[in-house]
């Protein structure tokens, strides 16, 4: 996806591609999964209700 990402910036100079990857790429360098083992969008939470 990351790669896809920036193939689609280099070719359109969409800016939002371009965070896409950037954040994707903090993420793989800070080891973190945006996704749990089912596959959906993890959410985090400060603890307050």
Do not use: C
Not at 6 to 32: C, H, I, N, P, S
Not at 39 to 45: K, Y
């Amino acid at each position: 996806m990351r790669n896809f990402s920036w193939k689609y910036f280099t070719l359109t100079g969409d800016v939002e591609a371009f965070m896409l990857y950037k954040e994707m790429e903090r993420q793989a360098e800070d080891g973190v999964d945006s996704q749990d083992e089912d596959g959906e969008e993890a959410v985090e939470s400060d603890g307050a209700s």
